[in-house]
């Protein structure tokens, strides 16, 4: 991958624009690296975080069925963070810093974890928007520039369209039920539009990071770009399920082709970044007490996996 004339970086940046992939062991820049461990290691806390809203439904799911779906969804969320972790720690992070940096803030995850889940529609919307906005962006990040981030969203995102299928079908089952059901989905798709579209990050003008991790190819897409497809997208079947877009400056636009949407609420989104959403503090503190009370199962596995190194070490030896 390195020539002789030229400069490291400048080498890295003729690899990655040929549309190869970078590997553990390839030389990177550190800038690089960091940009990685960040995005992967978010991604990651994202999914582990994102389990907790879910779950609170778990017990209360309206059906066998619905339990049963529910459960598998969120068993799919944290294979995701393990996949995700995995992916971080070939860059050279621990896992046991990333999720030190969670628990303590350093570390972000999505804004829209951070709200609540009141009523059974929640758990339709979550997987219809948000897991249709994960999927708008991490489709792009199955061509990501770094070959093991890339890897695990090809299964990643299989799992999320499933999910993102299941929450339509919810939806879709309460618009078309009584006006009760109905009023609870118009409801919750009012609470989750806009924390939806914030998903996505700043707008490009104030995204710090958009336009290195785009020139590196780990981005494919602007934020801007990438918001403007997902609501492109999402109102035609937010119109075929007869509910209404809580948004008076929704219209369409001939000449842009594409839709014209009102001004986002940043000061929500950046104060729920900063640790102060409805439920910020209350999903710190429910990993913690879970990560603790897990701290024997790491320990016995530790022990276990020290225990079979050991006994291989001494059949290797007695050969």
Known sequence: MMGTNVSLEENFQAYVDG???????????????????????????????????????????????????????????AGHGLYLYSAAETLGEPRETMISDLQSGKAKYSSIFNYPTPS?????????LVDGAAIQNQVMLTRTSYGPYARAMVKICKEESFHQRQGYEVV???????????????????????PSLMMFGPSDDESPNSAQSMKWKIKRKSNDTL?????????????????????????????????????????????????NGPCNKERIAHHVEAHEEGAWVREAANAFAQKQAQRKKNTGAAA
């Open 19 to 77: 549309e190869n992939k970078v590997e553990p062991k390839d030389w990177m820049p550190e800038k690089y690296r960091r940009t990685l461990i960040r995005q992967i290691s978010q991604h990651a806390h994202s999914e582990i975080i994102g389990m907790q809203p879910e779950a609170n439904w778990i017990t209360r799911a309206p059906s066998l069925r619905a339990k049963l779906i529910l459960l598998a969804k969120v068993q799919d969320e």
């Open 172 to 194: 879709m089952k309460l618009a078309q039920g009584t006006p009760e059901q109905k009023a609870m989905a118009q409801e919750s798709l009012n609470r989750w539009w806009w």
């Open 227 to 275: 918001r403007q497809e997902f609501v492109d997208k999402t109102v035609p079947q937010v119109e075929y399920l007869g509910l209404t877009v809580p948004d008076s400056d929704l219209k369409w636009n001939e000449a842009r082709g594409h839709y014209d949407f009102g001004v986002i609420n940043w000061d929500e989104f950046y104060n729920v970044v900063q640790g």
């Open 120 to 128: 059974w529609a929640d758990m339709g919307t979550i997987g219809w």
